[in-house]
């Protein structure tokens, strides 16, 4: 399981719980403090499901779902409220708004564990599936294993990670950022230099003889994965 979660809380003790918990169960997890913060990383970063506290200080979680169902590519975000109000009225209002699911604190952490795998198998079923396919090119997430036209190829760890990220948004230009982001993790620093040379050795383990490319390079944006020409 590789699908990003964005968490927005601002209890700092929570959000290591959540964090912690997520991780473990195999997702990738960026965590924010504040709903103006949330705002870009939903644009910079594309999670594929967010975990939204209702009480956040400035941009309140109720404002900064209505934003997201308001804006044409953010309707489809799924949101699953997390917050300390339990009483029925605020989970109507919280559901009316836009959130698809509500959990209320104090919570078990596996259950919105379960909870968040429930809402991706409806929303992104691709996101939990083991096996993700792009033209002549299989990635295999729970063997660990990468095969092109019945090749099976040997990456490393970072070169996985990569292959997969673009895999799963094949078609779309990624930027250095982007791929920073979702391959090594907003908390880690990297230089943008350290794309372009795993990407090369990713190249260099995808293409044998004649074969084709995947990985093309846009000038001044990025990369994109494409099954075609």
Request: hydrophobic residues 40%; neutral net charge.
């Amino acid at each position: 399981m590789t699908a990003k979660i964005l968490v927005v809380e601002d209890d700092g003790s929570i959000n290591m719980l959540v964090r912690y918990n997520l991780e473990a169960a195999g997702f990738v997890v960026d965590v924010v403090e504040t709903g103006e913060d949330a705002e870009i990383a939903v644009r910079e970063t594309q999670p594929d499901l967010m975990v939204l506290d209702w009480m956040l200080p400035g941009l309140s979680g109720i404002e900064l779902c209505r934003r997201l169902r308001a804006g044409r590519q953010t309707r489809g975000l799924p949101i699953l409220m997390l917050t300390a109000r339990g009483e029925e009225g605020d989970r109507i209002r919280g559901l009316t708004t836009g959130a698809d699911d509500y959990v209320t604190k104090p919570f078990s952490p596996a259950e919105l564990t379960a909870r968040i795998k429930a809402l991706l198998r409806r929303s992104s079923p691709d996101r939990l599936a083991d096996k993700i396919t792009v033209g002549d090119i299989e990635l295999d997430r729970e063997a660990h294993r990468v095969v092109r036209s019945g090749r099976e190829l040997r990456l490393g760890p970072t070169e996985f990670r990569l292959l997969e990220f673009f895999m799963r948004s094949p078609g779309r230009v990624l930027s250095r950022n982007q791929l920073l982001d979702g391959v090594w993790g907003r908390d880690v620093y990297v230089d943008e230099r350290t794309v372009d040379v795993h990407i090369g050795r990713l190249r260099r383990s995808l293409i044998r003889g004649r074969e084709r490319d995947p990985i093309r390079t846009v000038r001044g944006a990025g990369y994109v994965f494409s099954e075609r020409e």
